[in-house]
């Protein structure tokens, strides 16, 4: 298949008139290279996961993540260097659907709210209203509301809520800002981070956010309980599928993911009796 059609297939889900402004997503790398029978999909353009993919004999690769926000001299040995080298070695085109992907309701990004089970909360089929409204996408005769974040009902308990999780979430370390209502019955989400939604979420009724990447100033304010899962997990969940609708979408292609792992990983400690009163700890 032609490079061009490929990209085309990408953005009929991440079409980048949606995309935030401030993002980079589409070509990262470009190639001569017209046609494609190998397509790698990842998280993250990192040394790691572009070297499996080139080894595996993939002749272009799909990342979430930008290679970069902005344009800089190749001026020092690092990964970004490094990617680069082994991109252009091999002339394989890198391409990026971050915001572009992350905006639309109907495709991938809205994975967890699927598994959730949530509802439009006005009853009506079709993508969950998002938080943030970045455009509108019309395919097929259908027109939708795009942005960040979207927002559904339910009636989950909270333990119910951790049991649909818990296979996304192993070797995570999720965190918990406010009490989760014993019922819930609207649930915000926004993979990645978005703990700027918030206040939308909020405004909407949302009995907890679910989100990653918080920060401490930002969790002392924050307007509704949010579930802060980590900027991994959810994303390499939603890239996971992506590949799917990809392999079954592009005529001719060969689609593998390359699985990576999340970067913040877990450090236990167990407490012992410490001199000066009170609890120390040791792993």
């Given amino acids: 298949m032609k490079q061009t059609d490929v990209i085309r297939c990408i953005e009929r889900i991440a079409p980048l ?3 935030a402004s401030w993002d980079h997503s589409g070509v990262q790398v470009a190639s001569g290279r017209e046609e494609i029978t190998r397509l790698g999909v990842c998280l993250d353009p990192v040394p790691s996961s572009i070297a499996k993919a080139l080894d595996a004999g993939a002749n272009m690769i799909l990342s979430h993540h930008p290679l970069t926000l ?14 680069l080298a082994l991109l252009l070695r091999a002339d394989v085109p890198l391409y990026a659907a971050h915001t572009s992907l992350d905006a639309d309701p109907a495709g991938p990004v809205s994975w967890l709210a699927e598994e959730l089970g949530l509802r439009h909360p006005d009853g009506r089929e079709g993508p969950l209203p998002v938080l943030e409204r970045t455009g509108e996408m019309e395919q097929d005769g259908r027109r939708w509301e795009c942005g960040f974040g979207v927002i559904g ?24 800002v406010g009490e989760l209502p014993e019922r819930l019955e609207r649930i915000a989400i926004c993979p990645g981070s978005g703990g700027d939604l918030a206040g939308e979420a909020a405004a909407l009724q949302a009995d907890v956010l679910i989100t990653g990447d918080l920060k401490y100033h930002v969790a002392l304010e924050l307007p509704l309980p949010v ?50 009163g009170g609890k120390c700890f040791q792993e």
């Fill in 70 to 83: 902005a344009p800089r001299f190749v001026d020092r040995m690092d990964a970004y260097r490094e990617v």
């Fill in 17 to 19: 008139s949606i995309a």
């Fill in 227 to 276: 579930l802060d899962v980590g900027h991994f997990s959810l994303e390499e969940e939603m890239m996971r599928r992506f590949s799917r609708y990809l392999e079954n979408s592009l005529s001719g292609v060969h689609v593998e993911f390359f699985e990576a792992r999340d970067p913040l990983r877990p450090f236990l400690a167990t407490a012992r009796p410490c001199e000066a």
């Fill in 153 to 176: 009902t339910c009636s989950l308990t909270p333990e119910t809520l951790r049991e649909k999780l818990a296979p996304w979430l192993e070797g995570s370390c999720p965190r918990l």
